[in-house]
């Protein structure tokens, strides 16, 4: 997000933003030349978030742990190729675990249909609903994202929350929502411009 | 002023969904298009927000140990992109071993296209090794009456000494109670403790474990009934055990 100089000076909050930036594009660049007091300290920083997005996705704690494991390891090893030019540190690590919790649900698909071929062969294992329950939101933090998705109609909004989280292609969110793909594609571009431009005013 | 095909690239280039040759294609324009280039970088920058809006959990403080001694146990970080690091990466499942779809790599033609590739290169590394032989699996079933109707499917990895277990129709147990899964290897005196097995409503789970000690050996997994929170040691009725 790009935000005026002017606009910086009037808002604590984005400069507060931008500090942290430049403090987390501080320690990448020494975590780059292998000092692992900075890698320590932005685990410190980026964990707790990074932890509670990627449990969202794989619905498991000890396998979000795992996947935190690697994009940190990850993190460790490809600080130096971070572009403060392209994303901000936080989003980059954003992008990174959502890929490794994404080739972990996808693993998890192919596994779920092993058990299913191994209880077909092994026993007479019966049909189970997959459904999982849901996660109850807690509102102490991430307001201003959750205030700006309120703004965001409700099928944008599923359609850009199927898109983040579940790592479905947009055609796997166009069958299950029953709606034609141009329809899950427009829905996903308006849901994401908009929360841009939330974001935006919030700041 | 980006159009609405381009707003539409940019949605889903963010979010990964691009085919790999639509992906080349939108980051050739991108690298001649400022402002596509700023556009895309507002809407990542939109849609790794998201991550926000999860309900707040901390990892285990023992976390923060298990990633420094592996980033310590590695050398200095390379500047160049690193090799796929199978060995610590290999999620247990992959074991499972399917024929798989080759994923296309192609060549970094930026610094984010390089993490992208490395990603897939990992992925395609994992998605190509083939342990299928060393998974075992095990069914369970009812070993009292009340309990008939449940039944458990445990997928265990030996190399990763991970596995999964996944319950079906288990009434849920009274106040003060969890299931709990054991693994027996004649190795030790008492099963190995494998954790507790939280059921839904419908007394359904699906939850992968770690055992306590390490395993060389198994002759069977079990399910018993065991105080809130687990215990070290089985004190419970067994209600399911492996065939």
Known sequence: MRISPAAEARSPMTSTKEADRKLDAQLLARIATGDEVAFGALYDRFSPGLFSFVLKMVRDEREAEDVLQEGFAHLWRRAATYDPARSSPFTWAVMILRNKAIDRLRVRQRLDRTLERATVEFSHFPESDESSSGEAERRDQGSQVRSALTLIPAEQKQAVEMAFFSGLTHEQIAEKLGAPLGTIKARIRRGLLKLRDSLKENS | MIDEQHQDLASEYVLDALDPSA?????AELAADPELRAFTGELREAAAALAHNAPQHLPSPELRE???SAIRAEATPAKTPAQPAGRNLLPWAIAAGFALTTAALWYERDLWRGETLALRQESFELRNRDAFAKVRIATLTAQIESFAKGSAVVVWDPERQRGVVKLTKLPRPEGGKDYQLWVIDPKYPQPV?????????????RVSFAPDQPVKKIDNFAIS?????????????IVLLGN
């Not at chain 2, 009934?225 to 009725?237: L, N, R």
């Open chain 2, 225 to 237: 009934i065991e105080p809130a929170g687990g215990v070290p040691k089985a004190t419970g009725p």
């Open chain 2, 66 to 68: 298990r990633v420094m």
């Open chain 2, 193 to 205: 403790n494998g954790g507790i097995v939280p059921v839904d409503e419908d007394g359904y789970a």
């Open chain 2, 23 to 27: 992906a080349r294609a939108f980051e």
